[in-house]
């Protein structure tokens, strides 16, 4: 079973940083797509950033230029680097690692989420 254990959310104000992190309990090169996600109050769960097989960074649209996703092999360590936060940024954060083949999604896991709150 893979654990995933994430932290660094937190109350910001408008404007402020944080930085997420998402460490897994085995190497995270066996994953070859990696992602945060996030769900805000009476709303779906939506992808934020994610790093698919291709190696290519993806971002939401609303994240574009102040949020960046990495990943680090030797502390198999997912991390999301905010900046510039807005009101509109806050809900429960998700790290999600999984591997992909064939055209399709093989297994993924789910981390437990972690709440980001940004006052105005």
């Known amino acids: 079973q893979v654990h995933l254990v994430e932290s660094g959310g937190g109350l910001v104000q408008s404007g402020g940083s944080l930085r997420l992190s998402c460490t897994a309990s085995v190497p995270i090169v066996s994953f070859n797509t990696v992602g945060w996600y996030r769900q805000a109050p009476g709303k779906q769960r939506e992808s934020v950033a994610t790093i698919p097989h291709t190696g290519i960074e993806n971002y939401a649209e609303s994240v574009k230029g102040r949020f960046t996703i990495s990943r680090d092999s030797a502390q198999n360590t997912v991390f999301l680097q905010m900046n510039n936060l807005k009101p509109e940024d806050t809900g429960v954060y998700y790290c999600?690692?999984?591997?992909?083949?064939?055209?399709?999604?093989?297994?993924?896991?789910w981390g437990q989420g972690t709440q980001v709150t940004v006052s105005s």
């Open positions: 999600n690692v999984g591997r992909t083949g064939w055209n399709r999604l093989l297994y993924d896991y």
